[in-house]
Nanobody, 115 residues
Framework: QVQLVESGGGLVQPGGSLRLSCAASGSISSISHMGWYRQAPGKERELVALVLSGGYTNYADSVKGRFTISRDNAKNTVYLQMNSLKPEDTAVYYC?????????WGQGTQVTVSS
């Protein structure tokens, strides 16, 4: 049974920083995609950033230049460094792994940007 456990969310003032982590436990290997999505109240879930096994990264336009995704394959962990946070970044953030035919989601972690 594979589980993704997220950490690092919280309350931060505008302009502040947070670092999210997501680690996989259980039997999982050859993770091709590691990504972060977010869902704000009343809105659909959207892709924030992803990193492929070869290192290719992709970001939503709204976070380019502010967020950085990285992965540690040895630890089956993905990170999201979020800088210059804005109130519109407030959402529940979910990590997502794709490994072979398996698609896995974390439970979500709340990020609130407010003064």
């Amino acid at each position: 049974q594979v589980q993704l456990v997220e950490s690092g969310g919280g309350l931060v003032q505008p302009g502040g920083s947070l670092r999210l982590s997501c680690a996989a436990s259980g039997s999982i290997s050859s993770i091709s995609h590691m990504g972060w999505y977010r869902q704000a109240p009343g809105k659909e879930r959207e892709l924030v950033a992803l990193v492929l096994s070869g290192g290719y990264t992709n970001y939503a336009d709204s976070v380019k230049g502010r967020f950085t995704i990285s992965r540690d394959n040895a630890k089956n962990t993905v990170y999201l460094q979020m800088n210059s946070l804005k109130p519109e970044d407030t959402a529940v953030y979910y990590c997502n792994f794709i490994a072979g035919a398996g698609i896995y989601w974390g439970q979500g972690t709340q990020v609130t940007v407010s003064s």
